[in-house]
Each structure stands twice: as structure tokens, then as C-alpha cells.
T-cell receptor, first 113, second 119 residues
């Protein structure tokens, strides 16, 4: 089955700086790569996703890049703000069907004032 | 629009007790999922239901059973709770096209979780 590795486990950046979280996946058939943000006491919420036919996608201060050859995708957050502090999860889905996502282990992003 | 609602929010059980975690969604989604979240382990799929009337095992199904009661509701049952089942449980839903699934991947919508402690 699919295996998703996520790094780093904790990331501390100064407010206003950029943050980058990286994930690798094992199944070359994977074709959908979402990113979720989880705030304390809440369920994960989708913030951005990318499909395998696209190399990069942006939404305001967040962007995701995908390198299918290397089986690698990354989340980029620019001009970080205190409300960006949370746990971020990458995920991958191989093939079609409704068999759910495989998640990375999460990155705790801390924005230092 | 409530989205995905889970009950209860918190539960403490003794080893060997049983309980059912409830989940309901009001988004008319076809598919529903149960994940568990443990520190340093991310989210792991326990069971899922692709559509009403079907259920399938995920990565960590042992010790659990599920019921897809109708399109809205998907429950998770622990028949004999063990300390290893102490975790935060999340229910999620999504909608999948009936045809050409490989070209349509829907985001998962999560509930706010049930925090379960087994002593």
C-alpha cells in the first residue's frame, strides 16, 4: 500500500517568514495530494490540494508543488501569521475508488511573534 | 450546515467495556470513514464505507466494527475496549462520482473528533 513520509515533525519560524513542509510518497499510481490543517481540538480541514497532472498550485499565501518523478510534494506558506500555527498533514491517494487517504505523520508549525 | 457531527466528544471506558461512536453528515456524501489519531502516528484509517450498504477494512481494523446505518450515519463500535484503543477518533465523509472514479477525488470533510480513554 501507499506510504507517506512527512518532514519536519516540528517547524518554528518567525512571523512574516516562509515555511516549507515536505512529503514523499511510495506508490507511483498516486494521483491526488491534499494538505490539511488541524487546529487544537478540531478535525483536520483541507487547505489546498493538487492532482498529478499539475506541477504547482497557489492560493493566496499557500502553494503546493509536486514532483512526480521524485515522488515528492511540498507545502509553502509565505508571510506567515500567528493564525498559521497548527498541525499540518499531507496525504496521498492512489488510484480511483473510495478507499480513503494515506496521511503523513504531521508537522507542528509554530509561528514566533 | 453542520457538516460532520460526532458524538460523544469525550469518553472514558474501563478495559473490557463496549461503546459505539456515532457520526452523521448532512452533506449528502456517499462515502464515510473512521480514522484514529495517535501522537506521532498521524491519521490511520480504521474502516470506510464507499456507499450505503457497503463497508471495508482500512489499515487498522482489529478490535472495531462499523455499521453504515443509512446514507447519513456511520457508527464505530468497540466491543471490548483495550488501553491500546485510547486515541482520538475522527469521522469523515466525501462524495465520489459513480463513474470514472480515477479522475475525481473529493476532499475529506472531518468531524471534530471523539477523545477516548481506556483505563
Amino acid at each position: 500500500g501507499e506510504n507517506v513520509e512527512q518532514h519536519p515533525s516540528t517547524l518554528s519560524v518567525q512571523e512574516g517568514d516562509s515555511a516549507v513542509i515536505k512529503c514523499t510518497y511510495s506508490d507511483s499510481a498516486s494521483n491526488y495530494f491534499p494538505w490539511y490543517k488541524q487546529e487544537l481540538g478540531k478535525g483536520p480541514q483541507l487547505i489546498i490540494d493538487i492532482r498529478s497532472n499539475v506541477g504547482e498550485k497557489k492560493d493566496q499565501r499557500i502553494a503546493v508543488t509536486l514532483n512526480k518523478t521524485a515522488k515528492h510534494f511540498s507545502l509553502h506558506i509565505t508571510e506567515t501569521q500567528p493564525e498559521d500555527s497548527a498541525v499540518y498533514f499531507c496525504a496521498a491517494k492512489s488510484g480511483g475508488g473510495a478507499d480513503g487517504l494515506t496521511f503523513g505523520k504531521g508537522t507542528h508549525l509554530i509561528i514566533q511573534p | 450546515n453542520a457538516g460532520v457531527t460526532q458524538t460523544p466528544k469525550f469518553q472514558v471506558l474501563k478495559t473490557g467495556q463496549s461503546m459505539t461512536l456515532q457520526c452523521a453528515q448532512d452533506m449528502n456524501h456517499n462515502s464515510m470513514y473512521w480514522y484514529r489519531q495517535d501522537p506521532g502516528m498521524g491519521l490511520r484509517l480504521i474502516y470506510y464505507s464507499a456507499s450505503e450498504g457497503t463497508t471495508d477494512k482500512g489499515e487498522v481494523p482489529n478490535g472495531y466494527n462499523v455499521s453504515r446505518l443509512n446514507k447519513r450515519e456511520f457508527s464505530l463500535r468497540l466491543e471490548s475496549a483495550a488501553p491500546s484503543q485510547t486515541s482520538v477518533y475522527f469521522c469523515a465523509s466525501s462524495t465520489i462520482r459513480d463513474i470514472d472514479w480515477s479522475s475525481y477525488n473529493s476532499p475529506l470533510h472531518f468531524g471534530n473528533g471523539t477523545r477516548l480513554t481506556v483505563t
